[in-house]
């Protein structure tokens, strides 16, 4: 399968700070990333679709503004949460899909903000 | 809105049996399914991918789908504790661009 690549794995911020979690993908290109955030023994729940070249798509209720993507280039899409608060902690996990349409998850980052 | 349901679990299996996991789709024009297994801590990883109804096998794996009933599923076969997981369904309508998942079913194969 394909590959996909996050960074890093594991982030704590202090509240009020921003952090950025790579995403990339390592041996295709992707036109379309996926952001996904997981709370503990939640199911999956989609944030935001990201585009190459162009803004990304946010699901309801998610703040574009807290919530910040960027894919500038076909392998590398980056997920910036601005201002973390502690309730911003969660496993953030992004994926990509390949010309095969099967969707490849990255390893995942877990942000703990204190 | 396109839902996608599974049976939350917990399903519990002895090892060596075979585990059944069941999933519904609401829209019809969904194209592609998808299985993803996922350990505790972790991000899913897919396992298995259909696209015609019937079966499909892979090792000890079998997806079977059913268009008309609007149904997947997927067997595990001689289950192992390392089998415990959470097991995602997965639908696309075959573009790529949008997915979507069920809430997932809590496996546990016990030793």
Redesign the interface.
Known sequence: ?AVVSQHPSWVICKSGTSVKIECRSLDFQAT?M?WYRQFPKQ??MLMA?SNEGSKATYEQGVEKDKFLINHASLTLSTLTVTSAHPEDSS?Y?CSG?P?T????????SRLTVL | QKEVEQNSGPLSVPEGAIASLNCTYSDRVSQSFFWYRQYSGKSPELIMSIYSNGDKEDGRFTAQLNKASQYVSLLIRDSQPSDSATYLCAVSENTGNQFYFGTGTSLTVIP
């Open positions: 399968g379309t996926f199911s999956l679709t496993f996990i899909t010309n349409g099967e969707l490849f998850f990255g390893e995942g």
